[in-house]
């Protein structure tokens, strides 16, 4: 069965680009949003097995959108996908609510699997 992620992303194009990388793995996209405002009203409808979050987004950041969706879905990984990884990485802790960060150029899809501490399901 595909484990199932929910991308939540500013930019359509980088969400069609990780949509893409997920399907063509075998992981099912189970829903998108373009900001955390739409996240949050969006994840109490979807129960998705790991969420990617950007962090600059119009609305609602995605550390903001982070904190309050894990306190919706406290045992799904939040991976915070950014151009400012190397900031956060500089912290002794990670902002509440992620499970790792991930600098927008390097592999998501190696860290989406060690997230979901499972190999890549089979593609269709």
Excluded: W
């Amino acid at each position: 069965m595909p484990r199932s992620i929910f991308i939540v992303d500013d930019s359509s194009d980088i969400r069609a680009g990780i949509r893409r990388q997920l399907e063509v793995s075998g992981f099912e996209v189970c829903g998108e949003a373009g900001d955390g405002i739409d996240a949050l009203d969006k994840l109490s409808r979807l129960r998705p097995d790991l969420i990617i979050l950007d962090m600059s987004m119009p609305r609602m950041n995605g550390v903001d959108a982070a904190r309050q969706l894990k306190h919706m879905c406290p045992n799904v990984p939040v991976i915070l996908y950014t151009a400012f990884a190397d900031v956060f990485r500089r912290k002794e802790a990670l902002p509440e609510g992620v499970s790792e960060i991930v600098a927008k150029g390097e592999n998501l899809l190696d860290r989406v699997v060690r997230s979901l501490g499972t190999t890549p399901p089979s593609p269709s």
